[in-house]
């Protein structure tokens, strides 16, 4: 063995086992293992394969001192930030997308996807940056783009031109935002067109406002019956859920799980952009992401942005992200806290469709949480303490500690 960590729980009130780590992958996980290896003690802490952070825009990360927050809408959102990454170079993307990819190996995360937008603003400089950060920090975090049109599509005849340059460029999926666009139908087909094109997944910000009239979900289902995407189709925001009846959501929830359509929500966005009309009792504005679960969807949650106009706070913490999702949603038993941690881990992985899991054979991508349970982590924003990419040890915060006199 290369490495043993020992006394882990990998399952909740399991048994602790050690983890024998040889050439990168998992060789064994048993009691007591008898192995000579660099060793290290979890001591009874849960050890699993790291967060999975399945939205997230590092591109536009980190840029709060370059735009005016008046209103806080999602249209000065948008337009303050198109205004500021028309100044974009390819080094400024770098520096803070590094940045912020660091956070997120610090908060455990292993596996991220991110949005990358591509117009006639940015250009495709975003994506040039983006490609050397998913090189240059492969060591520790794997990372997925998704050449992605914000500001619309059919107004813009250049940005479908560019989404199919940095497609060929190499980039893993294409995303759209119908709500952004003069013609949100037309929108959606056009991501399909693209994805069918070249044979990636799509994933749209969709129906983000408080309105339940006029969602654009009814087209990205037609558009992916009609063309067998099922499994390959995800939808972030998805607020309009959250201004549903109950029998509304169920029968919308059964459609999604049908028709194989994962969801995303992103608490921080979603609380401090919607119901900014609202003089009292204001809506949290954040789909159910754990009643959708239990009807079969795919439901994840997920970072967004950060310090920006879109949201002008965050940490790439997604334990944090899934402790304020359960308070916005009320949660309190320890399955569904359960069910929360699987949102940012193993669920959040299906969406991207990778296979996640501790087994034998599998890959040493380990990470170790300051706490027994996944209930506890959530409930207690549980540090992350240490994390392993292939067995080799990418990072390290050691628990803290009290010196009594």
């Known amino acids: 063995m290369d490495l043993v960590l020992r006394n882990a729980r990998v399952v909740t009130d399991g048994d602790l086992v050690d983890i024998g780590v040889r050439n990168g992958r998992i060789a064994a996980m048993a009691p007591n293992l008898g192995a000579a290896a660099s060793e290290r003690d979890a001591a009874g802490r849960l050890v699993f394969p790291g967060f999975v952070d399945c939205h997230i825009h590092l591109d536009k990360a980190y840029i709060l001192d370059r735009c005016t927050i008046c209103e806080g809408t999602l249209a000065e959102a948008v337009r303050e930030t198109a205004r500021a990454k028309a100044a974009f170079t390819e080094e400024d993307v770098y520096a803070r997308a590094a940045r912020l990819v660091e956070q997120a190996i610090l908060h455990g995360t292993m596996l991220l996807r991110t949005f990358v937008e591509v117009d006639p603003r940015a250009g495709l400089r975003s994506l040039a940056a983006i490609r050397r950060i998913k090189h240059d920090y492969a060591f520790a975090v794997d990372i997925e783009i998704c050449a992605f049109a914000q500001e619309g599509l059919t107004q813009e005849p250049e940005t479908e031109n560019l989404l199919s340059q940095a497609l060929a460029a190499g980039a893993d999926l294409v995303g759209g935002c119908p709500y952004t666009d003069p013609d949100p139908a037309e929108h959606v087909r056009r991501i399909f067109d693209l994805a069918e094109r070249f044979g990636t997944p799509v994933d749209f910000h969709a129906d983000f406002d408080l309105d339940p009239e006029g969602s654009a979900l009814p087209h990205i289902i037609a558009e992916t019956e009609r063309r067998g ?177």
């Open 229 to 405: 995407f099922g499994g390959r189709v995800s939808v972030g925001h998805a607020t309009k859920l959250s201004a549903l009846e109950p029998n509304a959501v169920e029968a919308m929830a059964r459609r999604l799980a049908a028709t194989g359509i994962a969801v995303t929500v992103l608490p921080a966005t979603d609380l401090f952009l919607t119901g900014r009309d609202a003089r009292r009792l204001v809506p949290r504005g954040v789909a159910p992401a754990h009643l959708l679960r239990q009807f079969g969807v795919t439901a994840t949650i997920a970072t967004n942005n950060v310090l920006n106009p879109f949201t002008p706070f965050g940490d790439a913490s997604l334990i944090r992200m899934a402790n304020l999702y359960a308070n916005v949603a009320q949660l309190a038993r320890d399955d569904e806290m359960d069910a929360v941690f699987a949102m940012v881990s193993a669920d959040a992985a299906r969406l991207m469709g990778r296979a996640y899991g501790l087994r034998i054979g599998g890959p040493a991508d380990l990470a170790l949480l300051d706490v027994a349970s996944s209930s506890a982590a959530v409930r207690q924003i549980a540090a992350p303490i240490a994390s392993w990419k292939s067995g080799r040890l990418v990072m390290e915060r050691p628990a803290g500690r009290i010196f009594h006199p």
